[in-house]
Nanobody, 128 residues
Framework: QVQLVESGGGLVLPGGSLRLSCTVS????????VGWFRQAPGKEREGVSF????????LHTDSVKGRFTISRDNAKNTVYLQMNSLKPEDTGVYLC?????????????????????WGQGTQVTVSS
């Protein structure tokens, strides 16, 4: 079963930064919509940031706009989530997901059910 692999989580002070990475060995992420989701205890899985297939257009949920950046390095087959100015409410398990391959429509759905492949997640804790 294909599984994405996340890394980069940890414990950080409010206002700090982390960079998460997502990679997979079985296919090229370039033609896939890739999204980062997060899940806090007792809450639904929430879409955070997305990068469209091929065109690299990015989308962010309102609560992270201006603080989070999603990017793709095709040579390394990796998608990154740079998280700055972290807040305690950003705490949760961060999971990356991929949907595709997208040959015609590069746009990403923001809902978890639209994604075929998932990682196990990496814990991000923002606390003083």
């Amino acid at each position: 079963q294909v599984q994405l692999v996340e890394s980069g989580g940890g414990l950080v002070l409010p206002g700090g930064s982390l960079r998460l990475s997502c990679t997979v060995s079985e296919f090229s992420l370039e033609r896939y919509c890739v999204g980062w989701f997060r899940q806090a205890p007792g809450k639904e899985r929430e879409g955070v940031s997305f990068i469209e297939a091929r065109h690299d257009v990015t989308l962010h949920t309102d609560s992270v706009k201006g603080r989070f950046t999603i990017s793709r390095d095709n040579a390394k087959n990796t998608v990154y989530l740079q998280m700055n100015s972290l807040k305690p409410e950003d705490t949760g398990v961060y999971l990356c997901a991929a949907d595709g391959p997208r040959y015609f429509d590069p746009t990403c759905t923001l809902k978890p059910h639209g994604y075929d492949y998932w990682g196990q997640g990496t814990q991000v804790t923002v606390s003083s």
